[in-house]
């Protein structure tokens, strides 16, 4: 059963980090791209960042260009967004989505989805 599970996921104040993993079991990461999303109370759900199989190539969304940082253990079959100076705007469900893809990362077209950790930024 191919299965992607979140982690990592709090309450931290305005300017703290975290740090989210994904970990997935009963498949290998090494030929899927990873993509995080998050979904706000009321808001849509909005393409966060991602990465392609190999590492190589990432994207993040203007929202969090500069603050987060993306990354993978293919060893350890997780992958990692590393979230610093966090805003309350930052506040939402964080998911991880896997598609078997070598080259690039999309942010659409994700066939496996986590559950989701839950990330809240307030003072």
């Known amino acids: 059963q191919l299965q992607l599970v979140e982690s990592g996921g709090g309450l931290v104040q305005p300017g703290g980090s975290l740090r989210l993993s994904c970990a997935a079991s009963?498949?290998?990461?090494?030929?899927?791209?990873i993509g995080w999303f998050r979904q706000a109370p009321g808001k849509e759900r909005e393409g966060v960042s991602c990465?392609?199989?190999?590492?190589?190539?990432?994207y993040y969304s203007d929202s969090v260009k500069g603050r987060f940082t993306v990354s993978r253990d293919n060893a350890k079959n997780t992958v990692y967004l590393q979230m610093n100076r966090l805003k309350p705007e930052d506040t939402a469900v964080y998911f991880c989505?896997?598609?078997?893809?070598?080259?690039?990362?999309?942010?659409?077209?994700?066939?496996?989805w986590g559950q989701g950790t839950q990330v809240t930024v307030s003072s």
């Open positions: 989505a896997a598609t078997r893809r070598i080259f690039g990362c999309p942010m659409a077209g994700y066939g496996y």
């Open positions: 009963g498949f290998t990461l090494n030929s899927y791209a």
């Open positions: 990465i392609s199989s190999s590492g190589e190539s990432t």
